[in-house]
C-alpha cells in the first residue's frame, strides 16, 4: 500500500471532523468471534448492485469525520496530503511530548466497479488472516470492512480497510505510548466511528 508524502493537509480537516518492535502481540479479546468464515465473506454481493461510480478527487480529505478523536486528542496536528489520478493519501500526526500520541494516515483509492473495490478488501482480509492476525469484519458500514488490532511494544494500531461503492477506504490509527501498548477499548471505538463516518461521508 503506496503512502505518500507531500506537505500540505490544511488544517479545516481538524475542524471538519476530522515503532515497531520484534515482538509482536494481537490483540483477539477486543471482541468475540472475530474469524468470520471467508467464503461468507467473499459472496456476500448484494450491496454491489446499483452502487455509483466515484473517482478520487481532491478535497477528500476534507471529508474524514475525525471529530471524536480530535477531541480525544486535540494536539493533533494537519499533516500531509497528496492526490494523484485514482489515489489520495494523508495524514494527520501527533504533537510531540505528549504521553499518548496519536496519528493516522488514510488511503483512497478507486476501482472500476464495487465488486472490484469489494474483491479487494476480501484480498487483504484473507491475507491478513494468513499472516496471524485477527481480521474483525464490522458491521453498519455501506460496503464490507474489516479492523485489524496489532499491539507492538509502545504502539497500538487499529487498521480499518472498507469499501465504499468501487472506492477501497484503508485507514490506519497509530496510538504511541511510553509504556507498553495495551488495546484501548475508548480509542478503538473512535477509530471504527471515524472510519464509518468518513466511508459514509465519502458517498454524500
Known amino acids: 500500500m503506496r503512502r505518500l508524502i507531500v506537505p500540505v493537509l490544511v ?5 471538519t471532523g476530522c515503532s515497531d518492535g520484534s515482538s509482536k502481540t494481537t490483540d483477539k479479546s477486543a471482541q468475540p468471534g472475530t474469524t468470520p468464515a471467508a467464503a461468507t465473506f467473499a459472496m456476500d454481493d448484494s450491496k454491489d448492485a ?3 461510480t466515484l473517482t478520487v478527487q481532491k478535497g477528500m480529505c476534507g471529508k474524514f469525520d475525525l471529530a471524536r478523536l ?3 486528542y486535540p494536539k493533533i496536528e494537519p499533516g500531509t496530503s497528496q492526490y494523484e489520478d485514482g489515489y489520495a493519501s494523508c495524514t494527520l500526526k501527533y504533537a510531540q511530548g505528549e504521553p499518548e500520541r496519536l496519528s493516522t494516515w488514510i488511503d483512497i483509492s478507486d476501482k472500476t466497479s464495487a465488486r472490484l473495490a469489494r474483491f479487494n478488501v476480501r484480498g487483504t482480509f484473507l491475507e491478513s488472516g494468513e499472516k ?3 481480521p474483525e469484519v464490522l458491521d453498519g458500514f455501506p460496503g464490507v470492512a474489516y479492523l485489524v488490532t496489532t499491539v507492538r511494544n509502545s504502539t497500538l494500531t487499529y487498521h480499518v480497510y472498507a469499501q465504499a461503492a468501487n472506492l477501497i477506504v484503508d485507514m490506519r490509527f497509530f496510538l504511541d505510548t511510553d509504556a507498553p501498548a495495551q488495546p484501548n477499548a475508548t480509542v478503538r471505538a473512535a477509530a471504527i466511528d471515524a472510519a464509518k463516518g468518513t466511508v459514509t ?3 454524500a
Open 11 to 15: 488544517a479545516a480537516l481538524a475542524l
Open 50 to 52: 446499483g452502487a455509483p
Open 70 to 72: 480530535v477531541a480525544m
Open 132 to 134: 496471524g492476525e485477527t
Open 201 to 203: 461521508g465519502l458517498l
